[in-house]
């Protein structure tokens, strides 16, 4: 089916006298008649459900059609984005492995990377995503494990080449892992260009109206494990947790990843989203991608007016000529890419300050990818403790400003930020 046909009838398939809209699930344990036939579901011999915190039912429709819309083999969903690259990564790294990564990713993913995993014992090497091919490979270390990258890096908006990372992990044998929450697989699927694992915060535009928090991981199924096995010894030698199983064995390419994420890492970590937020989530896809296009095109139009605008020191948006990234969002996004905008004013702090306070359409959240339109100034809320230069040195400026186009007429969006730049 088309995109378009899968964000409305994807996942869930009703049966004579079924509900329409999919079933929500609200049981943490499902009941058998013997012991045998739930002992073989523990065995992975058989499908089905014993316990809400490994799968359910609700989650699992919901995982399928994010799956159908990135061209996957597997799905699962978690509890937030944070959880979902956490598990992608962890799910093939482990203690004295290392990751090479794109330096222009979301702040917590970064932290997520560079602290918490290393306090784990896994290293990472950072790159600039516009490297050039021998920088990148100059990266890699005998113990690599993945390669981690944005789609849209948030908030530096930078492209990721997919093509250029994807060729790289291939021939140190490790797989490219891509969050692709920004644009959605309505403007991007990571897949055809090479990716083999692809992540989302659901939180974002899947969701679109700011009232779930939620993961997903996508596996493409085309990254042989087995051919690597030396490297992926969690996949491709029995895990002696789980009765022995080899995942990469029983489950092949297009399974392995998922299974083993959910039956061990999910076992013992727990992450994972109520089916009540599935449901929500589910609501929000099934207008994804008639969402899309209007946060695209609103995003643009900001876009350009700012950037003809006296007051604007700088945009950053892939969609404008004058971006370092148009020629390779327009390979990647050629139907446009999201409704997330970051610029820069003259006048740094001071100024971003009345800009923000000048606002009355866009509201001053932490939020982004919301049918709302939303706005932060880093300087003067996530990033405070910072002074000007520590700013400058983390890529976000004092006078930037992070703007999430949201629904509305762009029209209005570009009155309200014209008279709040009159403020300034």
């Not at 897949?191 to 974002?204: L, R």
């Not at 700012?306 to 948006?317: C, R």
């Not at 405070?384 to 006078?399: C, F, H, S, T």
Request: net charge negative; aromatic share 8%; proline share 5%.
């Amino acid at each position: 089916m088309d995109r378009d046909t899968i964000c409305v009838q994807g996942g869930y398939t009703p049966g004579n006298g079924e509900p329409r809209q999919i079933p929500i699930v609200q049981s943490t344990t499902f009941k058998y008649n013997t012991s045998e036939d739930m002992g073989k579901l523990f065995d992975l011999e058989a499908s089905g459900y014993f316990y809400s915190r490994l799968q359910n039912p609700t989650c699992d429709y919901v995982a399928k059609k994010i799956c159908e819309l990135e061209g996957g083999t597997a799905a699962m969903l978690t509890s937030s984005g944070q959880a979902a690259n956490f598990f992608a990564l962890f799910n093939i790294c482990e203690n004295g492995d290392h990751i090479v990564s794109s330096s222009t990713i979301y702040g917590g993913t970064y932290n997520l990377i560079s602290v918490t995993m290393a306090k784990m014992g896994i290293s990472a090497t950072f790159v600039d995503p516009l490297c050039s091919e021998e920088e990148l490979a100059a990266a890699f270390r005998p113990n690599t494990k993945a390669v981690f990258g944005e789609t849209i890096a948030n908030p530096a908006l930078t492209v990721l080449d997919i093509e250029k990372f994807a060729k790289a992990a291939h021939e140190h044998g490790v797989p490219l892992i891509v969050d692709n929450t920004f644009p959605t697989p309505i403007n991007c699927r990571p897949f055809e260009w090479g990716a083999d694992i692809v992540t989302h915060s659901t939180t974002k535009y899947m969701d679109g109206h700011g009232a779930q928090v939620g993961g997903a991981i996508v596996d493409s199924g085309k990254f042989d494990w087995m051919a690597h096995k030396e490297k992926f010894p969690g996949l491709c030698t029995p895990d002696e947790s789980y009765h022995g199983i080899t995942y990469a064995e029983k489950f092949g390419q297009g399974g392995a990843f998922i299974t083993k994420a959910t039956s061990q890492l999910m076992r013992d970590f727990g992450s994972t989203p109520s089916p009540q937020n599935a449901f929500i989530l589910n609501l929000g896809l099934e207008s994804l991608h008639v969402r899309m296009k209007r946060h695209s095109d609103n995003g643009l139009a900001v876009a350009r007016f700012l950037e003809k605008h006296p007051k604007v020191e700088y945009v950053n948006y892939c969609g404008l000529e004058s971006s370092p990234f148009y020629e390779i969002g327009q390979k990647y996004l050629p139907n446009g890419s999201c409704g997330v905008v970051s610029f820069g004013l003259k006048g740094g702090r001071d100024a971003a300050g009345i800009f923000m306070k000048s606002l009355r359409l866009a509201a001053i959240e932490t939020h982004v990818a919301d049918a709302r339109t939303c706005c932060l100034n880093p300087a003067s809320s996530t990033h405070r403790q910072m002074n000007d230069q520590e700013l400058e040195a983390a890529g976000v400026p004092a006078g930037l400003v992070r703007m999430s186009c949201g629904l509305e007429s762009a029209e209005d969006l570009i009155a309200d930020i014209a008279q709040a730049l009159d403020k300034i």
